[in-house]
């Protein structure tokens, strides 16, 4: 497979910013590009020199391990320049806005930014002010790009198609910005898309983006093909949403009775970090023949080195 | 001063009931001497020069009634200098200005500061509001009575809503004892916390927290059943949805009181708020299209009866942030009457509707003789080209503060000249 080739790839965007904003050929570039990287990475020698000379700031304005490691490691891996910022030592503690943050990063003339930040669209607020490309790593509850991708690619790996799935997503929608780009991709990519969850913790209009709504977990979970579990993101929950998390875990939880209701097939899956006893029964998550978290983590590396090439170019 | 004449005018005054095309004489005092159709070249002395407007429109000052001043506090962000370019540029005369400065216009003795700042600085006729409860804080009413014999023409919390009902009621029976207006910015704060845009399919994709319309309309419910018991002379201050008119609809008959829409509510809706444009992140949210046309149909219905622009001057600074940290507010004055006559061209609203929701409800609202051409009164008025098409440009807006919610807009119609007193304070 010809990793290193320079043959010249194109995308309609300049920056990643959210599923939404692209194209199903610009969605299938990057599958197809991450797929050659998923060997790479399993291969002895993991690194290569395509985005040499090249330098990527990621910028984590919220706490986060698998992703910001991702990010980094992906940078590594096809031998980018990698730094991350500290923001808890930053200027930013100290009042400086994001557009200034922005314009000092720019004078350093990085070739890409990847950011995370808590306020929806403050990664589109970035772009509009640097030079480089910039890859949105989560903003609020908005946009989770890679994310979604990364789903994509494993779902592919596994089920060699999306087309004509059934999908639940379940849990916590109103806060997932995974939830969000997951919808998008899903359905642009010809899957049949069913949110489950409790009407506190769903969207206004949700519907209209094309999907079937749930309050009924085991309705929502019939004949699935693969059901996508949310954190429950307690961080963000400002005023009582839920009366306890053992009543969420008793309607909400995934447990072997009501993955029953989905196919026998149906792999399980789950953004992370899992509150293992809340939205998962703990067995579940870690059943090697239904589970495929682990292998989401595994090609998210794939699906943002592809990402980091695509857009540095 | 010399007399002025102004002949061939297409004068609308609603309050007088004139829709003509006639002269206008304004006397040496800056006062009008006459007007309407009998003023015609045979009733000036040959030597007088006289204008012809060529069927131009003179309009009554425009009253606007929901204007914030940055002025305590804030100057940075507006003066009553500043304002008052801004008002001229855009045929405001009068203005209400809301109390939420720092410090809150919540006293008597601040209400002489403003009065004579308000005197010096300003161009055009500024009438203080003063806040209902004690540094806006919801709690404690401030002294109506003495406030209203200061000058106070009317009392708000501004940009904040009493929540507390048995409060509200008693605010209302105080209003009621000492005849003052009450003005209300209908939003329930436990419904809207944390709220940025209109709770629907736009918050949802773009991930932002919504304000839903039953946070207005429960407050106006609240506030018009408490109207039955403790009938007091209440304003709401602005509507933004269609259940919001619905339940005005369904008081109208049993209590009096009345109401107001800002112009942004009229003229957008929340598909503009696009790729996170702050400047159109307004309190309350622009709605839907559905919502959109329903206060359009109420005005057509008497239910709305005065247009305002929400003029909230914020600094730049305020609003290059993320869209959850940036302000809350777009700057309006200058183009409140542009884009009210967009109503007009597109067939929305009779024109003589639109001076009436501008001049003479608001007017009659406040009790103050202004907003009319009445003979006797000062010569506060303005010259309109209704036809004129111009494009707004947010580095041309006179106001300190640039942030308008329609820059680069397509508009029809601009202000020529304003007067005030007879005096000719703007020309364009």
């Known amino acids: 497979m010809a990793i290193n080739s320079n043959k010249a790839i194109k995308i309609s965007k300049k920056h990643l910013l959210g599923i939404q904003d692209l194209s199903i050929s610009d969605v299938n570039l990057i599958l197809f590009e991450a797929k050659k990287f998923i060997s790479l990475n399993k291969s002895k020698n993991k690194k290569i020199d395509i985005l040499k000379g090249k330098t990527q700031i990621n910028l984590f304005f919220e706490p986060s391990t698998r992703t910001q490691s991702s990010f980094e490691l992906a940078g590594k891996r096809l031998g980018a320049d990698v730094m991350s910022m500290n923001i808890t030592n930053s200027a930013i503690k100290k009042g400086e806005t994001l557009i200034d943050t922005a314009m000092t990063l720019n004078a350093m003339h990085p070739d890409i930014i990847v950011i995370r930040h808590q306020d929806s669209g403050a990664c589109n607020l970035l772009s509009q002010k640097v030079n480089c490309a910039v890859l949105n790593a989560g903003d609020g509850r908005r946009e989770h790009p890679t994310q979604a991708l990364l789903d994509a690619l494993t779902i592919i790996d596994r089920k060699n198609k999306i087309q004509g799935l059934r999908i639940a997503i379940c849990g916590d929608i109103l806060h997932s910005r995974v939830a969000r780009s997951n919808i998008y991709l899903l359905n642009m990519l010809g899957a049949e898309v069913n949110i489950i969850g409790p009407s506190n913790l769903l969207p206004k209009d949700i519907n209209k983006l094309g999907v079937n709504t749930f309050s009924d977990m085991k309705k929502g979970l019939k004949d699935c093909d693969i059901v996508m579990m949310l954190r429950l993101q307690n961080e963000r929950m400002t005023s009582s949403f839920l009366s306890s998390n053992r009543e969420y875990y008793e309607y909400y939880g995934l447990t072997p009775d009501k993955l029953n209701e989905a196919k026998n097939d149906a792999l399980i899956m789950h953004p992370g970090p899992m509150n293992r006893g809340i939205e998962i029964d703990t067995k579940l998550a870690d059943d090697i023949n239904k589970s495929v978290i682990k292998e989401q983590v595994e090609l998210g590396v794939a699906v943002r080195m592809a990402c980091l090439k695509i857009f540095c170019q | ?428």
């Open chain 2, 1 to 428: 001063m010399k007399k002025k004449y102004f002949l061939n005018a297409n004068i609308i005054d609603p309050h007088n009931s004139i829709e003509e095309i006639g002269g206008l004489i304004i006397n040496e005092e800056g006062k009008i001497e006459a007007i309407g159709k009998k003023v015609n070249k045979n009733n000036i002395p040959s030597r007088e020069k006289f204008i012809d407007l060529k069927e131009k429109y003179i309009f009554p000052g425009l009253v606007d009634m929901r204007v914030f001043v940055g002025e305590p506090g804030y100057e940075y962000k507006e003066n009553f200098k500043t304002l008052s370019n801004a008002a001229i540029a855009g045929g405001v005369t009068s203005v209400v200005t809301m109390p939420n400065t720092s410090p809150v216009i919540d006293n008597v003795s601040i209400v002489d500061f403003l009065k004579r700042r308000g005197r010096d600085k300003a161009k055009i006729n500024i009438f203080p509001a003063a806040s209902l409860t004690k540094n806006l804080e919801g709690t404690n009413m401030t002294e109506f009575g003495l406030l209203k014999k200061k000058g106070i023409i009317g009392f708000t919390d501004g940009t904040k809503t009493i929540q507390n009902t048995r409060l509200m009621s008693r605010i209302m029976r105080s209003a009621y004892d000492l005849d003052c207006l009450v003005m209300q910015h209908a939003e329930d704060f436990e419904l809207s916390k944390n709220g940025m845009v209109n709770d629907g399919i736009i918050a949802t994709k773009l991930g932002l927290q919504g304000i839903p319309d039953l946070a207005e309309k429960i407050i106006i419910e609240r506030d018009l059943t408490l109207l039955e018991d403790f009938n007091c002379r209440y304003h709401v201050s602005q509507i933004s949805a269609s259940k919001s008119v619905d339940i005005i609809d369904q008081k109208k008959d049993l209590v009096d009181f009345t109401t107001g829409v800002s112009i942004n509510n009229l003229s957008l809706n929340e598909n503009d708020v696009g790729d996170f444009r702050t400047f159109l992140k307004l309190s309350p949210p622009l709605r839907t299209e559905d919502d959109r046309v329903s206060l359009i149909k109420a005005i057509n219905k008497d239910l709305i009866d005065v247009i305002v622009s929400d003029h909230k001057p914020e600094d730049e600074e305020s609003k290059r942030l993320t869209f959850s940290q940036a302000a809350t507010g777009a700057s309006g004055i200058e183009t409140l009457l542009s884009l009210s006559l967009e109503l007009f061209h597109n067939g929305s609203v009779k024109l003589f509707k639109i001076v009436e929701l501008l001049t003479s409800n608001p007017a009659k609202i406040l009790k103050i003789n202004k907003g009319n051409l009445s003979i006797g009164n000062n010569a506060d008025f303005c010259i309109v080209d209704v036809y004129k098409p111009w494009i707004v440009k947010k580095e041309k807006i006179v106001s300190k503060s640039k942030n308008t919610c329609i820059d680069d807009k397509k508009l029809q119609g601009q202000v020529i000249n304003t007067f005030v007193k007879g005096e000719e304070m703007f020309k364009i």
